[in-house]
């Protein structure tokens, strides 16, 4: 069965540096997608960044930018110029093709932006 | 924001009553899931859809039960909610074989309060 794991349940940044956030995850599949989610206090969950698993360039999206480490089934998210709206939950997600097109969640990480 | 709504926001109810948490998409999305997520907490799929008259149960087991009749529209009903049930719901749609296939939209949840 996958597995994902988050082991930074809570992180703290000063505004304009940058952060790191971490994520393992199990699987003997080959083909699958990572993705990073974002949920802002009260608010919708939205999609940060997403990886297909074939690809080996790492995915950027503005500030948001992964180290996707394939082999050792790693995937973090770095945050770049951290800014107070980035303040939210992050969670990890898998998706394989096995037919199923169920996503796996990590338990996320409270990120906190301080001024 | 994305185009997927729920109704209600918010909803208190007492011990016993049938309930129904409504989601609809208007992206024409095949794929439909229900998460259930306590504050802060990880997501749990307790129910999917592949698409119209097709639903599975998630990986949580729930007593709920839902229907996928038309594309756009995927409810979730409790017939008799306990307070165990309390805690927040949230669907999401995604589609596959498109530029963005499997980005996962996600509605703004549903809070319920069973007392």
């Known amino acids: 069965a996958q597995t994902v794991t988050q082991s930074q349940p809570e992180m703290s940044v000063q505004e304009a540096e940058t952060v790191t956030l971490s994520c393992t995850y199990d699987?003997?599949?080959?083909?699958?997608?990572l993705f990073w989610y974002k949920q802002p206090p009260s608010r919708q969950m939205i999609l940060v960044i997403r990886q297909e698993a074939y690809k080996q360039q790492n995915a950027t999206e503005n500030r948001f930018s992964v180290n996707f480490q394939k082999a050792a089934k790693s995937f973090s998210l770095k945050i770049s110029d951290s800014q107070l709206g980035d303040t939210a939950m992050y969670f990890c997600a898998f998706m394989n093709f096995s037919g199923t097109y169920k996503y796996i969640f990590g338990t996320g990480t409270r990120l906190k932006v301080l001024a | 924001e994305a185009d997927i709504y729920q109704t209600p926001r918010y909803l208190v109810i007492g011990t016993g009553k049938k309930i129904t948490l409504e989601c609809s998409q208007t992206?024409?999305?095949?794929?439909m899931y229900w998460y259930q997520q306590d504050p802060g907490m990880e997501l749990h799929l307790i129910h999917y859809s592949y698409g119209v008259n097709s639903t599975e149960k998630g990986d949580l087991s729930s007593e709920s039960t839902v229907s996928r009749i038309r594309t756009e529209h995927f409810p979730l009903t409790l017939e008799s909610a306990r307070p165990s049930h309390t805690s927040q719901y949230l669907c999401a749609s995604s589609e596959s074989g498109s530029i963005r296939s499997y980005e996962q939209y996600f509605g703004p949840g549903t809070r319920l309060t069973v007392t």
């Open positions: 992206m024409g999305h095949d794929k």
């Open positions: 699987t003997s599949e080959s083909n699958y997608y």
